[in-house]
C-alpha cells in the first residue's frame, strides 16, 4: 500500500481532513470551509490542498477515507428521491399505521412523519408468504411488471419492494426486484429481504422505503465524488465510514445508504476509542460538538456502544449503529427569543454560510459561536492559526439586536444565557447515554472533540458531575484521525422465531449457514481476503410471549450443550436487567446476527512535535474571559503547540490551536501527559 493515507469528515460548518505519511509517521491537518450545495467540491478542495501543504503528489495516496452526513441530511430534511413500493395485497398502509402511536402523546398539533414512498405510489400486488417460510400465493410477475410501469409514469426514481415475511423466505421478492429491473433497468431497486432481513413488518418497510428513497442522491454524489478523486490522479476508490464504524466500498454504500446515517460522528467515537486505549482511560463519554450538532456515545475497555435500530425522520431504521445521541446544538446553533420572552438555542443553525455574525460570512442571527466570541473564549482577532478573520463587533450587534433589545438585558446576561442554555441541553445529551442507561457518568472522563467540544466540556462536565475532562491532541480532526483507524465491517442478521430447544437445532443451523454466505459473497464484493476476517455471532433471545430481546454471543457450532448454555446465560441477562427471572419460561430465539470484520493497519500514533521549552514561552496574550460565577476575568492564553509535555496548569486558562479552544474554568487543573493530552481535573470544584 502506497504510503499517505487521508481521512476526511464532512461537517455542517468546517470540512476536516488529515494526511498522514505512514512511513515518517508525520501528520498534516487542514480544515476548508464545507459547500453545502454539493459537499464533493469543498473535499476535492480540501485533498488538494492539503496535499500541496504536505508535498505529496496523489499518486501517493494509498488510502482516502470518508465520513459523510448526506443521508442523515437528506432524511432530515426531507430531500429524498421519488420513491414507490410494491408490497403484499393489504399492506399498502403500514408505513402510515405504524405502532398506531402518535409522534408525542400530549401535542396533537405534532403530525406523523410523510413517508418516502406517497400512498399513491404504493401498490399492491397478489402474493403471500406465510410466518412459516410456505408459500401460501404464489408471485404474480405480470402485476409487478404493470406497477413498476405505474410507478416510472408517476415519477418515481427508485422502488422498494415489501413483502410480508421475506425475511422467511426471500425468493418471491427476489423475484419481483428482477421483474422490477428487467421492465425498468434506469431504476434504483431495493429489496427488503436485502437490506433487512428480520420479522416486524413496519421496521422492515420503513427502512427498506427510507434506503431506496436514498439510493439515488447517494449515487449521484458518490459519482461526483469517485470522478473528482480520479480527476485528481488518485488511484485507488475511496472508503466510506458506515454508522457501525467500518469502512466500506463505494458500491457497499449505494447499495445500502442507510448504513452511514452516523457516518461521520463515528469516525470520532472509533478515534477516540483508540486514543482511550492508549492513554489507558478505559471508561469514556465522547462529546463532539461542531457546528450544528453535539453527539456523544459511551465507551467501554475500548468498545462504544451499539444499537440496532434509531428513529430517522420519524422512521425507525434497523441498520446497526454505534449508540450516538445526537442533538441541534452546535457552535452555529441561533439562540432566538420565543413567545414567552424566553431564550432558545437551536436547533436551526446557521450552518456553513452564511454561519456566525463573527465569521463574516453575511450572517446576522446570533449563535453559540457569537455569544462565545462576546465573552472573550473564542480569539478576538482569527481562527484556524489565522488563516479566518474574525469580527467581534458582528457577534456583539447581532447579539444585542436579537437578545438585548427585546428582553431589556444587557450584552453579558444574553451571551452566558445562550451557553447556559446550551451547555444544559448538552448535560440532558450526556445523561441519555449514561444515567438512562444505568451508568453513573461520575466515572466516566468527558472527551471533547469537534471544533467546539473543548470550548463546552468543562462545564458540562461540571454539571454532570463528572470529575474529568480529557481534550486529545487534535479534537477538531479526531473525526477524520478516526476515519483512519476504521477496520472493514459487514453486519447481517437473519429472523429465526423458534423455541430454544433441540429440536430447533436444525432450522438455526440453517440461518447460521445462510449468514456464512451472506458474509462471504460481501467479503467477495469488497475484496476483502476471507482468511483475515473475524466471524462475531449473536443472538437474540426472548421469553415466549415477550416483544422485547436480550443480545448475546454465541458459538456458530451449535449444539444442544450451547443452546443450555445460552438459556442459563439469558436469564441471568434477564435478571440483570428487569430484577427477576422465569426458569419455566420456554425461551425463544428471535433473531441470529453476523459480524465479519477484517482488521486494516493502524496508522502511527501521532505525537506532539515542537513542544515549547517552557510554559511562558507558550503564552500569547492575557485577555478579559467570562467564566460563570466570576465573570469577566483577566485570563492567560496560551499556544497549545508550545505547551511543554508533562506541563501543569492553574484554571482559568485559555488554550488555542488550529482546529478548536479549550476553555479551562477557575478553580481546575490542567496536566499534559507525555503525547501532548490535556486533562483538566475539575475535583477541585468548591
Given at each position: ?22 512511513k515518517?509517521?508525520n ?12 459537499a ?17 503528489a496523489p ?6 477515507s470518508?465520513?459523510t ?5 437528506a ?33 396533537l ?128 476508490e ?86 450516538i ?10 439562540a ?16 456553513a ?42 457577534a ?21 444565557g ?14 441519555v ?18 471544533g ?12 454532570v ?19 483512519l ?29 445462510g ?10 464484493a ?26 448475546t ?7 444442544e ?15 440483570q ?47 478579559p474571559?467570562?467564566?460563570a ?5 483577566d ?18 486558562v ?33
Amino acid at each position: 500500500m502506497r504510503n499517505v493515507w487521508i481521512g476526511i469528515d464532512t461537517g455542517g460548518t468546517f470540512t476536516d481532513l488529515v494526511l498522514v505519511d505512514v512511513k515518517s509517521g508525520n501528520y498534516i491537518f487542514h480544515k476548508v470551509p464545507t459547500t453545502p450545495e454539493d459537499a464533493s467540491k469543498g473535499i476535492l478542495t480540501g485533498i488538494s490542498e492539503i496535499l500541496d501543504l504536505a508535498r505529496f503528489a496523489p499518486a501517493d495516496v494509498g488510502l482516502l477515507s470518508h465520513g459523510t452526513t448526506l443521508a442523515t441530511n437528506a432524511v432530515l430534511e426531507g430531500k429524498w428521491a421519488p420513491t414507490g413500493m410494491i408490497t403484499t395485497e393489504g399492506f399498502r398502509d403500514v408505513l402510515e399505521l405504524a405502532r398506531q402511536r402518535r409522534p408525542s402523546f400530549f401535542n396533537l398539533d405534532i403530525p406523523k412523519p410523510v413517508p418516502p414512498a406517497l400512498r399513491e405510489a404504493r401498490i399492491e400486488v397478489p402474493e403471500r408468504v406465510g410466518y412459516d417460510g410456505e408459500i401460501v400465493t404464489p408471485l404474480d410477475t405480470d402485476a409487478v411488471r404493470a406497477a413498476t410501469r405505474k410507478l416510472r409514469d408517476l415519477g418515481c426514481e427508485s422502488v422498494a419492494i415489501c413483502f410480508l415475511h421475506s425475511y422467511a423466505t426471500p425468493e418471491h421478492e427476489q423475484r419481483a426486484r428482477d421483474a422490477v429491473k428487467a421492465e425498468w433497468p434506469e431504476a434504483y431497486v431495493c429489496a427488503s429481504s436485502d437490506i433487512l432481513a428480520e420479522f416486524r413488518e413496519y421496521e422492515r418497510f420503513a427502512t427498506a422505503t427510507v434506503n431506496a428513497s436514498l439510493m439515488p442522491v447517494m449515487d449521484r454524489y458518490l459519482q461526483r465524488f469517485e470522478n473528482g478523486v480520479r480527476s485528481l490522479g488518485i488511484p485507488d476508490e475511496p472508503r466510506v465510514m458506515q454508522s457501525n464504524g467500518g469502512a466500506v466500498s463505494p458500491d457497499a454504500v449505494r447499495r445500502a445508504p442507510v448504513n452511514t446515517f452516523f457516518s461521520g460522528p463515528a469516525g470520532g467515537v472509533i478515534g477516540a476509542a483508540s486514543l482511550g486505549v492508549a492513554a489507558e482511560v478505559n471508561r469514556i463519554i465522547t462529546f463532539d460538538m461542531g457546528g450544528t450538532s453535539t453527539d456523544v456515545c459511551l465507551i467501554r475497555d475500548g468498545n462504544p456502544n451499539n444499537q440496532s435500530v434509531r428513529e430517522m425522520g420519524g422512521f425507525p431504521v434497523r441498520t446497526r449503529t454505534l449508540d450516538i445521541h445526537t442533538i441541534g446544538a452546535g457552535g452555529g446553533s441561533i439562540a432566538w427569543v420565543d413567545p414567552g420572552r424566553l431564550i432558545k438555542v437551536g436547533p436551526k443553525s446557521a450552518g456553513a454560510r452564511p454561519g456566525p455574525a463573527c465569521y463574516g460570512r453575511g450572517g446576522e442571527l446570533p449563535t453559540v459561536s457569537d455569544a462565545n466570541m462576546a465573552l472573550g473564549r473564542l480569539n478576538q482577532k482569527t481562527l484556524l492559526d489565522g488563516r479566518m478573520p474574525v469580527y467581534p463587533e458582528r457577534a456583539r450587534v447581532a447579539l444585542e439586536k436579537h437578545l438585548c433589545q427585546p428582553l431589556g438585558i444587557d450584552l453579558e446576561r444574553a451571551a452566558s444565557g445562550v451557553l447556559e442554555i446550551v451547555n444544559v441541553n448538552m448535560m440532558g445529551a450526556v445523561r441519555v447515554i449514561s444515567v438512562e442507561q444505568g451508568e453513573d457518568p461520575r466515572t466516566y472522563a468527558l472527551m471533547p472533540f469537534g471544533g467546539a467540544g473543548p470550548l463546552h466540556a468543562a462545564d458540562v462536565a461540571r454539571t454532570v458531575g463528572m470529575p474529568t475532562v480529557f481534550v486529545p491532541q487534535r479534537p477538531g480532526l479526531l473525526s477524520a484521525i478516526g476515519l483512519l483507524h476504521a477496520d472493514a465491517r459487514g453486519d447481517f442478521s437473519v429472523t429465526r422465531l423458534v423455541p430454544m430447544v433441540p429440536g430447533s437445532l436444525a432450522g438455526l443451523k440453517d440461518g447460521i449457514e445462510g449468514l456464512r454466505e451472506r458474509a462471504e459473497d460481501w467479503l467477495k464484493a469488497e475484496k476483502l481476503d476471507k482468511d483475515l476476517a473475524i466471524h462475531e455471532w449473536h443472538v437474540d433471545m426472548r421469553y415466549f410471549g415477550q416483544n422485547s430481546e436480550l443480545s448475546t454471543s454465541f458459538n456458530r457450532n451449535l449444539t444442544e450443550a450451547e443452546l443450555e448454555r445460552l438459556a442459563e446465560v439469558f436469564h441471568g441477562m434477564h435478571e440483570q436487567n428487569y430484577g427477576y427471572r422465569m426458569p419455566e419460561q420456554t425461551i425463544e430465539v428471535v433473531n441470529l446476527r453476523l459480524t465479519v470484520i477484517v482488521r486494516r493497519p493502524v496508522p502511527p500514533a501521532w505525537k506532539q512535535s515542537g513542544g515549547g521549552e517552557s510554559i511562558e514561552k507558550a503564552l500569547i496574550e492575557v485577555r478579559p474571559v467570562w467564566f460563570a460565577g466570576t465573570g469577566f476575568v483577566d485570563t492567560k492564553v496560551y499556544r497549545r503547540e508550545s505547551l511543554p509535555a508533562d506541563a501543569t496548569l492553574a484554571g482559568p486558562v485559555i488554550i488555542e490551536q488550529m482546529d478548536t479552544t479549550t476553555v479551562v474554568p477557575p478553580h481546575s487543573k490542567v496536566r499534559i501527559d507525555r503525547i501532548g493530552n490535556i486533562f483538566i481535573d475539575l475535583e477541585t470544584v468548591r
